[in-house]
């Protein structure tokens, strides 16, 4: 990103303070420091106010914040907050919005009693989060880069796997290939679960060996210069009963049928909705446990979220997931998940990586 898109980025927030009765904006959230001046430490904090941003960290930070920060750098010895009220109290700011949703209350009461007479805090979750949403044409072509590592990654390590591994040893190399391909990090913990274990849609990996005429659900997703991807697959060694064929062939309908709803001006539930309508017509409706989807970037789970409720309308350069399921107790579960991005027309998948059951 170049230090025009994070200029750009603030002027956009600061625009939105009116609207919020803001005369200034004190952040914490990790991705909303990075997203606002490129900063990637762990410790930082950011003042942001129509006279401009100013990046607060620790001494451990000071090379790092000065190479990658878009936006003048104090270096503080002292709580980060303190420093940053000090700058605002020069500057007369009185409605300090902060991230209530990131704060905890030992925080809160620390920054209240460090607050200066004339000033007051205002809640303000989200005002970062609604600008990450879009995503501008460098950012997708980053997350197009870590989909595409998680599609690669993920064909390699399927042409290792054998009857026998167990699923940590095949969501260890799972993540391998994905560094080896250029991934900072998994953008979450790998999840790899075989024959029953498949209906809990979000279980770790075990050390239960992966058996032959059992259902294999991979669950992965690259972190690559801080943005992420995800994609589900399933695999199966040997050839699969017709119940299980039937159950898959649902689950694939219900995909097809919310990638088709997506574009923009709909609702993300309305998203949701087009896959409910199918697995209610295949009588598992009740056997879908979660959203059909998730907004993703800098964290893995953002908004929008394609739920129940969720009146988000979707725009273009927006990207999330579409990944419905259906989980039976006690016979496994299906799931197929794609990173998508929201065009002017309706959708482009990112996935590469085939959509069919992988019989091994």
Known sequence: MTPAEFQQRRRRLVAEFPRRKLHALLLTHPP?????????????????????????????????????????????????????LKVARRRKLRRIGFEAAHFTCQAFEALKESLYLAASLEPASGLVEALRMVKSPPEVALIRRSVLATSEAFQRAMAQARPGMRERELAAELEYQMRLLGADQPAFETIVTSGVRTALPHARSSDRPVARNRLLLIDMGA????????????????????????????????????????????????????????????????????????????????????????????????????????YLEGFGGVRIEDTVVVTPTGCEVLTPTPKELLLL
């Open 223 to 326: 972190s690559l210069e801080g943005y992420s991807s995800d994609m589900t697959r399933m695999a199966f060694f040997g050839r699969p009963g017709k119940p299980l064929r039937q159950l898959y062939r649902a689950v694939l309908e219900a995909q097809l049928a919310a990638l088709a709803a997506v574009r923009p001006g709909v609702s993300a539930a309305h998203v949701d909705r087009q896959a409910r309508r199918v697995l209610r017509a295949h009588n598992l409706d009740k056997a879908f446990a979660h959203s059909t989807g998730h907004g993703l970037g800098l964290e893995i789970h953002e908004p929008p979220r394609l739920g129940r409720g969720d009146k988000t309308r979707l725009l273009p350069g927006m990207v999330f997931t579409v990944e419905p399921g259906a």
């Open 32 to 84: 909303n420091v990075r997203y606002l001046s490129g900063f990637t430490g762990s410790n930082g904090a950011l003042l942001v106010d129509p006279a401009g941003a100013i990046l607060f960290t620790d001494p451990r930070y000071r090379l790092q914040a000065a190479q990658e920060s878009a936006c003048p750098v104090r270096v503080a010895r002292g709580w980060l907050l303190a420093a940053a």
